[in-house]
């Protein structure tokens, strides 16, 4: 059994409550962690030790009294830097906000500390929220657990890494181009992307923005499927604004046990190559399906050509960027996906999509999400990479958007293998990355695991069947 540290969030919590441990013992136990390893990584970015104290002290008289507070009762997390934390910084990654410091919580941050949860720090981000490799001016470079010399993905990149180094017990993210799942592949872990307006986005604007963008959505990072469910109840649902007129009810999941799945495997895409040692990991889960006594094939697909599918994501997301046409530092980190959407390399004067642009677009989208709807009335899950390498290797001389990925021997732009996160998001999908063992050159390689709009509790469940009975979180060497 792993050590406490990497226990998953619902046994921490369940050993806080039934006095086995301490929640002061345990907040401890990260802050002594985080100061032996953090410098490795550089994942916690600040902290406030103070509050969490006086916070977990009260989380253990409670246990005394009987007092639960929720399903994460006495748990230190940690938060991403974008999402505003009273009393730590929400920078972003950007040296103008360094100073900035939020009034309030965001929405789904109170409803962690609501369930129970002791916020005590914030984990590093990529700058603007842009690539996969988690890097600002403020705060530097974080690093891989599984190799040092490598990203821990991006834009959660500091959160991945502090649950993999064993830093914290449970953080939230962000994604639409992947930035939940890239990262969860990258360090082993588990994330969930949720279906698009489930969850919400109430104190995760950057000042000077002041909308929620078309496609992204907050979906949490932890050790565990379980630890995804129960931090999903606490994150998804109306905001208090809408709470008076709707509810969320997710469906239950399709299945309970992996002989009735029925799963379409993807390993690769023609327009979008995945590395051999990725497809190997991803074929062993489909393999592990099959001895299970699942229905699984491996072409069938939606009746969508994936080119077009990502043209339509790209165009929804610049368009969704238009309000920022006269940052030129913005445009310039974005230069790799302008040129892939926009057929441009040059400024930030060049071609912005108006609105009739989004109400074309948007209207492709709702055709995606009618052929994806009619491929999941014969198919509950869609299993595929996250993204098409292992964790990339660091590139200090080069900003993101200044990269190429080596994916098979060839190198593309650093825009492509958002692909693998593009596909679904684009159509509001759901999805769970869960950890699929080791690749051949020693790093671990996360499954996709592809639900129905609104079945994020189908996703959760196949990747929990999974850690049950294929393969789990797995400390990385040397941090124990």
């Given at each position: 059994m792993a050590g406490i540290p990497f226990r998953s969030a619902t046994e921490l919590s369940s050993l806080i409550k039934s006095k086995k441990l301490g929640s002061e013992e345990l907040l401890d136990l990260y802050l002594q962690r985080i100061e032996k390893n953090n410098p490795r990584v550089n994942a916690v970015i600040a902290m406030d030790v103070a509050g969490a104290r006086q916070r977990a002290k009260a989380a253990d008289q409670a246990?005394?009294?009987?007092?639960?507070?929720?399903?994460?009762?006495?748990l230190p997390v940690t938060i991403k830097d974008s999402f505003d934390l009273v009393g730590l910084p929400a920078t972003w990654g950007v040296p103008e906000l360094r100073d900035h410091r939020p009034a309030t919580n965001a929405l789904a941050v109170q409803r962690y500390i609501d369930g129970g949860a002791i916020a005590f720090g914030k984990t590093n981000v990529a700058a603007y929220l842009i690539g996969w490799a988690t890097?600002?001016?403020?705060?530097?470079?974080?690093?891989?657990?599984?190799?040092?010399?490598?990203?821990?993905?991006?834009?959660?990149?500091?959160?991945?890494?502090?649950?993999?180094?064993?830093?914290?017990?449970?953080?939230?993210?962000?994604?639409?181009?992947?930035?939940?799942?890239?990262?969860?592949?990258?360090?082993?872990?588990?994330?969930?992307?949720?279906?698009?307006?489930?969850?919400?986005?109430?104190?995760?604007?950057?000042?000077?923005?002041?909308?929620?963008?078309?496609?992204?959505?907050?979906?949490?990072?932890?050790?565990?499927?379980?630890?995804?469910?129960?931090?999903?109840?606490?994150?998804?649902?109306?905001?208090?604004?809408?709470?008076?007129?709707?509810?969320?009810?997710?469906?239950?999941?399709?299945?309970?046990?992996?002989?009735?799945?029925?799963?379409?495997?993807?390993?690769?895409?023609?327009?979008?190559?995945?590395?051999q040692e990725v497809q190997e990991r991803i074929q062993a889960v489909a393999d592990f399906f099959v001895k299970s006594g699942a229905k699984v094939n491996a072409r069938a697909r939606p009746a969508i050509e994936s080119g077009a599918a990502f043209r339509i994501f790209g165009g929804l997301l610049m368009s969704g960027l238009a309000s920022r046409k006269n940052d030129a530092e913005w445009w310039k980190r974005l230069s790799h996906?302008?040129?892939?959407?926009?057929?441009?390399?040059?400024?930030?004067?060049?071609?912005?999509?108006?609105?009739?642009?989004?109400?074309?677009?948007?209207?492709?989208?709702?055709?995606?999400?009618?052929?994806?709807?009619?491929?999941?009335?014969?198919?509950?899950?869609?299993?595929?990479?996250?993204?098409?390498?292992?964790?990339?290797?660091?590139?200090?001389?080069?900003?993101w958007h200044e990269r190429k990925v080596t994916v098979k021997g060839r190198q593309i732009s650093p825009a492509d293998p958002t692909f693998w996160g593009a596909f679904t998001t684009v159509a509001y999908l759901p999805s769970t990355v869960a950890p699929a063992g080791v690749a051949k050159s020693g790093l671990p390689v996360g499954v996709q695991i592809v639900g129905p709009e609104y079945g994020d509790l189908t996703c959760i469940e196949v990747a929990r069947l999974l850690e049950r009975e294929f393969y789990g979180f797995v400390p990385p060497k040397g941090w124990n």
């Open positions: 246990v005394s009294k009987g007092d639960h507070w929720g399903p994460f009762h006495g890097a600002n001016e403020i705060y530097g470079t974080t690093s891989n657990p599984w190799d040092l010399a490598r990203s821990p993905g991006g834009s959660s990149g500091g959160a991945a890494a502090a649950l993999a180094a064993g830093l914290t017990a449970l953080d939230i993210g962000v994604d639409f181009g992947g930035g939940v799942r890239n990262v969860a592949h990258y360090c082993g872990i588990f994330g969930h992307k949720p279906t698009y307006g489930v969850t919400n986005w109430v104190g995760h604007l950057m000042p000077g923005i002041g909308n929620k963008p078309d496609l992204a959505v907050a979906g949490p990072l932890a050790r565990s499927a379980d630890d995804l469910k129960s931090a999903l109840s606490l994150i998804a649902g109306p905001t208090p604004d809408d709470s008076i007129a709707w509810q969320l009810n997710l469906p239950p999941p399709r299945v309970s046990k992996l002989s009735e799945l029925r799963v379409a495997v993807m390993l690769e895409d023609p327009n979008f190559p995945v590395d996906l302008r040129s892939r959407f926009m057929g441009a390399e040059g400024g930030a004067e060049e071609k912005i999509f108006t609105h009739a642009d989004w109400i074309e677009l948007d209207a492709a989208r709702n055709s995606l999400r009618r052929a994806w709807r009619a491929f999941f009335s014969e198919w509950d899950i869609l299993l595929c990479p996250a993204a098409p390498t292992v964790a990339v290797p660091h590139d200090p001389k080069h900003a």
